[in-house]
């Protein structure tokens, strides 16, 4: 393949992701109060809940490591760039050949999904799941074929593989799923891999395993060239503005990836992956916050519980609900109170999604919704 003809498909695709991209951020605008005097950040006192992100983060080392790095960020950090891969080979258990570093794992989604699109033919994934790569994926001419999960909000892995035809390119799966926070077994999953990534590439979203030590279908990465596995800084590390993610894969695929960068490894500034380094030493500041997710999801879990309200116990930051029983509009009754994030992804559906924050914050919530309960 030319690199010529590489680039100009990389730039393709770089508008293509951007447009899916702005897409998503006029939904998000939509649901936040913007500080008139400065329009860059949100009102303070709004509790945000709509984009799972940690509300701890960053570390404090990942914090000083950022300050610090302002310094050198007038540098190319060549050699940063690939301390950053061999650190992150490490907790894998594979080497920086594996690796390909992108600003936020969402980048990578799009390149992925670029390196399909190139092959000709089609998608195959769950509905509803983590779509903001899909736009940008169309418009390359990789078609999405949209599988229902199962009754009871899983992935329905049985019906990914009857999905998929002759012209199928690329299954992608989250695990745990975004938005309902369910997991596929581990030996279900890794079955599924074996089956489907013998012929097609297996796109594995893994962003919120951390959470739950939810196993990670990294040994397999040797064995199956066409899996490529997704992950992020943005949760436990609490990193998502500072936009570090990876994708692992065989060292082989990691060529041909690499080859639909623009700049292969060169997303994340000198600043953020100062910042993922030091994170990835912070493990006690991990801890603490799998811990709060946990302690705070627990709050919303007996608050839903005794409204009587049906929830997903979740492996996530989030917690996927439904708010048939209850009868005031949830979303509009939180932003009435300052609370922002609990939305739909699902046409004609009463469940929704709301991101797990500090405990007083949970506490917040079901008291807003406890005192509205019996209001009709």
Not at 336 to 351: D, H, K, M
Request: proline share 4%.
């Amino acid at each position: 393949m030319e690199r010529r003809q590489l680039l100009k498909q990389s730039g393709f695709a770089i508008a293509a992701f951007c447009y899916s991209r702005d897409l998503f951020a006029n939904h998000t605008a939509a649901n936040a109060t913007l500080n008139h005097t400065n329009p860059f950040f949100l009102e303070n006192n709004m509790i945000r809940l709509g984009s799972n992100e940690n509300p701890h983060g960053p570390s404090p080392l990942a914090k000083q490591a950022m300050i610090a790095a302002v310094n050198i960020s007038n540098r190319y950090q060549w050699d940063m760039n690939g301390l950053l891969r061999t650190e992150i080979a490490k907790l894998t258990g594979h080497t920086k050949e594996h690796i390909t570093l992108g600003a936020g794992s969402s980048e990578l989604l799009g390149v992925v999904s670029l390196w399909a699109a190139y092959k000709k033919g089609n998608v195959v994934a769950s509905e509803p799941t983590f779509k903001l790569w899909m736009p940008a994926a169309r418009k390359m001419g990789l078609p999405t074929k949209l599988v229902p999960l199962t009754a009871a909000k899983h992935n329905d892995l049985d019906g990914l593989v009857k999905a998929m035809d002759d012209q199928t390119k690329m299954v992608y799966l989250c695990n745990p799923n975004n938005p309902t926070g369910t997991v596929s077994p581990a030996a279900d999953l890794e079955n599924f891999i074996k089956k489907v990534a013998a012929t097609t590439i297996v796109l594995l979203d893994e962003a919120y395993t951390d959470y739950y030590d939810t196993p990670s279908m990294s040994k397999l990465v040797d064995q199956y060239p066409n899996l490529v596995i997704a992950k992020t800084f943005s949760k436990t590390f609490g990193m998502a503005g500072a936009r570090v993610g990876y994708v692992l894969a065989h060292p082989d695929t990691i060529k041909q990836l690499n080859e639909f960068q623009a700049w292969a490894n060169a997303g994340p500034s000198a600043v953020s992956m100062r910042g993922a380094l030091a994170a990835m030493g912070d493990t006690a500041f991990v801890d603490f916050c799998k811990k709060e997710n946990v302690k705070a999801k627990e709050i919303l879990y007996k608050g839903f519980e005794a409204l009587n309200i049906n929830h997903i116990k979740s492996y996530t930051s989030f917690v996927y609900f439904d708010t048939a029983t209850y009868k005031k509009d949830i979303p509009a009754l939180l932003l009435a109170n300052n609370i922002i994030g609990a939305r739909s992804f699902e046409q004609n559906s009463s469940w929704l999604r709301i991101s797990i924050g500090t405990v007083s914050e949970m506490e917040k919530v079901v008291e807003v919704l406890k005192n509205n309960a019996s209001i009709s």
